[in-house]
């Protein structure tokens, strides 16, 4: 009799599914960003809940879960049910945790969902107004004139921030203390204070600092120059190498959440991405709206994985 109810289960759940789906969601919804208040990610998702939340009928909430790189947040949405009700907008940096962490409570290809990759975003190298140097040119000849007395910051170890600037490290071969932070507004509070003398910031977090002149745009990365700063050279321009690639903002779920549910939460979120006053907010913050569909999502994720993990070991980053 056992064995009878749990084969009915097992052939009815499918069909339980769209139901399921329809019925979405039941109680609010939590989207989970795993980094502090202020940054990108936490403005994406909540421009994104305004939206939501009409849409859906439920409270939309944003809780932030920062710490250990992302992973804080990420390993609660990891244990949460996969029923659609908590959600994870994140970084490039769970995957790039995966090369650093292997311990990590989670796996980031195999416990969440992608759901949607909501932007793609350039990085800029960004100096403090105190240093004397208005150029990479410049830049580079400073501190290597000074070894050992100039810092950059980073999201924490091994996040997109702190990959370009190794890099830039490596390859101008630079003596440059690493200062990790919990997430980009911290971090930003101590380059504008003249504590950090570099780091990489995405379009989204500088952009209320640009006209201001907080600080000096010195090169970009990605493939073209970024349009919210066109006098800025790109790396590439410059003669630097692995500086093309562009960071992405992403919507997952839980490992287990059903293939029709996600594919719900998926065009909800892609209208909301897609409405023209939030698509209009996107790009004036920089971001190049991308708002694909999961599968086209997961692929960027079976993609991107190896590339950081190449990075990671070619620049030596290491826990500390």
Do not use: C
Not at 65 to 77: E, K
Not at 134 to 151: C, I, K, N, Y
Not at 177 to 199: E, F, I, R, T, V
């Amino acid at each position: 009799m056992q064995r009878r109810h749990l084969l009915l289960a097992a052939a009815t759940a499918p069909l339980a599914w769209p139901a399921l789906a329809d019925g979405f969601p039941q109680r609010p919804v939590k989207i989970v960003v795993p980094y502090t208040p202020g940054g990108t990610n936490d403005m994406l998702a909540r421009m994104i809940a305004t939206q939501l939340q009409p849409a859906w009928g439920q409270p939309v909430i944003v809780e932030n879960r920062p710490g250990a790189s992302g992973t804080i947040g990420a390993d609660f949405v990891a244990k949460s049910p996969g029923d659609g009700h908590t959600l994870m907008l994140t970084i490039t940096a769970l995957l790039q945790n995966a090369s650093l962490m292997p311990n990590l409570p989670y796996d980031p290809l195999k416990d969440f969902v992608p759901v949607t990759q909501l932007s793609t975003s350039a990085n800029l190298l960004v100096v403090s107004r105190k240093l004397p140097a208005s150029t990479v040119a410049e830049f580079v000849a400073l501190v290597r004139s000074q070894p050992g007395r100039h810092s950059y910051g980073s999201y924490g170890i091994g996040t997109s921030a702190h990959l370009l600037a190794a890099s830039l490290a490596q390859q101008a071969k630079l003596d440059m203390a690493h200062a990790p932070y919990k997430g980009a507004m911290p971090m930003l509070n101590d380059l504008l204070g003249g504590h950090l003398s570099a780091a990489f910031l995405d379009l989204g977090t500088a952009r209320e600092h640009l006209q201001a002149g907080g600080f000096k745009v010195l090169a970009a990365t990605g493939p073209q120059r970024a349009v919210l700063v066109p006098d800025a050279p790109t790396f590439a321009e410059l003669g630097y190498k692995n500086f093309e690639w562009l960071g992405w903002f992403g919507i997952f779920a839980p490992r287990g959440t059903p293939m029709p549910l996600v594919e719900k939460i998926s065009a909800d979120i892609r209208a909301a991405v897609n409405a023209p006053e939030i698509a209009t907010r996107i790009e004036q913050i920089g971001q190049q709206r991308v708002a694909g569909t999961p599968q086209a999502f997961a692929e960027v994720v079976r993609r991107d994985g190896p590339l950081y993990a190449r990075m990671v070991s070619e620049l030596g980053i290491k826990l500390e």
